[in-house]
T-cell receptor
Framework: NAGVTQTPKFQVLKTGQSMTLQCAQD?????MSWYRQDPGMGLRLIHY???????DQGEVPNGYNVSRSTTEDFPLRLLSAAPSQTSVYFC?????????FGPGTRLTVL | GENVEQHPSTLSVQEGDSAVIKCTYS??????FPWYKQELGKGPQLIID?????GEKKDQRIAVTLNKTAKHFSLHITETQPEDSAVYFC?????????????FGAGTRLAVHP
């Protein structure tokens, strides 16, 4: 199993650009989540999904969209990038309580 | 809402010493408390967890204790080694609309010096 994979590893955007961060898991997990990690703030939940077709907002959802058309994939879309979205983004999946994290995407918005 | 506080933010120890990281949580309904280790450039990795019906759990050099009355839990690493150097996060589970949401502490950067 590849576990949780994320692409790209690094990305630089200009303010106002849009992009999609990809996340895929091959463990048939129901639950998938997106977090952002900022210095001194731990990990904060952006959006999550409890199964295909079901998504909901976390703590910091503004400026991000998600969809879950399949069990395996959970892309995160930045609609109009802002410098405040400069962060490291982690996708996670799990059967319920336990979550397995991907390697992360480091995003810089200029 | 739920809040998890973690201390210290940085911890420096000599190889072979013990390291202790402490967390407190605010939601008395929380019932699952995992600990994650994050190495440089990688995602967090679960290293140990404890449920609310257990007071202590050990796995080789790592142990976690939970005091539900005081709402705090701690990670203990004995006989530390340089490869234990990493950022450690505690977390508490809060159920939200069928999803068990992890609330993370801010992290502790542990440095183990040879």
């Amino acid at each position: 199993n590849a576990g949780v994979t994320q692409t790209p590893k690094f990305q630089v955007l200009k303010t106002g650009q849009s992009m999609t961060l990809q996340c895929a898991q091959d463990m048939n997990h129901e639950y998938m989540s997106w977090y952002r990690q900022d210095p001194g703030m731990g990990l904060r939940l952006i959006h999550y999904s409890v199964g295909a077709g079901i998504t909901d907002q976390g703590e910091v959802p503004n400026g991000y969209n998600v969809s879950r058309s399949t069990t395996e994939d959970f892309p995160l879309r930045l609609l109009s990038a802002a410098p405040s979205q400069t962060s490291v983004y982690f996708c996670a999946s799990g059967p319920r309580n336990e979550q397995f994290f991907g390697p992360g995407t480091r995003l810089t918005v200029l | 809402g739920e809040n998890v506080e973690q201390h210290p933010s940085t911890l420096s120890v000599q190889e072979g010493d013990s390291a202790v990281i402490k967390c407190t949580y605010s939601d008395s309904a929380s019932n699952y408390f995992p600990w994650y280790k994050q190495e440089l450039g990688k995602g967090p990795q679960l290293i140990i967890d404890i449920r609310s019906n257990v007071g202590e759990k050990k796995d080789q050099r790592i142990a976690v204790t939970l005091n539900k009355t005081a709402k705090h839990f701690s990670l203990h690493i004995t006989e530390t080694q340089p490869e234990d150097s990493a950022v450690y996060f505690c977390a508490a589970i809060r159920g939200v609309r069928g999803y068990n949401k992890l609330i993370f502490g801010a992290g502790t950067r542990l440095a183990v010096h040879p």
